[in-house]
């Protein structure tokens, strides 16, 4: 397993089995207005703080990326995960033929855990809401509150800023 950590925040991208990035997020406190409180994690003291009034807590990736949450059933999710392994596969192979191979026994092999732990995901998709990109998958780690968001390695870019 690799590990990559954004070069300005320091979050961690854990790249799993040559074939996802894992990515561990956590809940931030959000009032219209006003500017976002990224402390400390209230579980983590004694004792939660109170939310001020109009202020909501959210997953900070669904938030910065502006994630839309969205619903499967187990079928219909299969049905989704085919088209774009089909698409991912079309994509690599015009841009990346000689990753083919490996995205297809990796992507098969992870799509094998995901559907025997469906229950254990929530998914969001972009912000656009296509329902021909990828839909990120949130779990939480084995302590039952640590939430982390999993990615297609293959279905993602490098964008320079």
Same mark, same amino acid.
């Given at each position: 397993?690799?590990?990559?950590?954004?070069?300005?925040?320091?979050?961690?991208?854990?790249?799993?089995?040559?074939?996802?990035?894992?990515?561990?997020?956590?809940?931030?406190?959000?009032?219209?207005?006003?500017?976002?409180?990224?402390?400390?994690?209230?579980?983590?003291? $004694?004792?939660?703080?109170?939310?001020? $009034?109009?202020?909501?807590?959210?997953?900070?990736?669904?938030?910065?990326?502006?994630?839309?949450?969205?619903?499967?059933?187990?079928?219909?999710?299969?049905?989704?995960?085919?088209?774009?392994?089909?698409?991912?596969?079309?994509?690599?192979?015009?841009?990346?033929?000689?990753?083919? $191979?490996?995205?297809?026994?990796?992507?098969?092999?992870?799509?094998?855990?995901?559907?025997?732990?469906?229950?254990?995901?929530?998914?969001?998709?972009?912000?656009?809401?296509?329902?021909?990109?990828?839909?990120?998958?949130?779990?939480?780690?084995?302590?039952?509150?640590?939430?982390?968001?999993?990615?297609?390695?293959?279905?993602?870019?490098?964008?320079?800023?």
């Amino acid at each position: 397993m690799l590990l990559y950590s954004d070069i300005i925040t320091e979050d961690e991208m854990k790249l799993v089995d040559d074939i996802v990035y894992e990515v561990d997020c956590s809940l931030i406190t959000v009032k219209a207005g006003a500017d976002v409180d990224i402390g400390a994690n209230p579980s983590a003291e $004694e004792g939660g703080e109170e939310l001020e $009034e109009g202020a909501t807590q959210i997953n900070n990736v669904v938030y910065s990326f502006r994630l839309q949450s969205t619903t499967f059933d187990k079928k219909s999710f299969l049905t989704y995960l085919k088209g774009y392994m089909k698409a991912v596969k079309t994509k690599l192979s015009e841009t990346n033929p000689e990753r083919v $191979e490996a995205f297809e026994k990796g992507a098969a092999a992870f799509a094998k855990k995901l559907v025997a732990n469906f229950k254990d995901y929530e998914f969001y998709t972009g912000e656009s809401m296509n329902p021909d990109g990828m839909v990120a998958l949130l779990n939480y780690r084995e302590d039952g509150v640590t939430p982390f968001f999993t990615f297609w390695k293959d279905g993602l870019k490098e964008v320079k800023l």
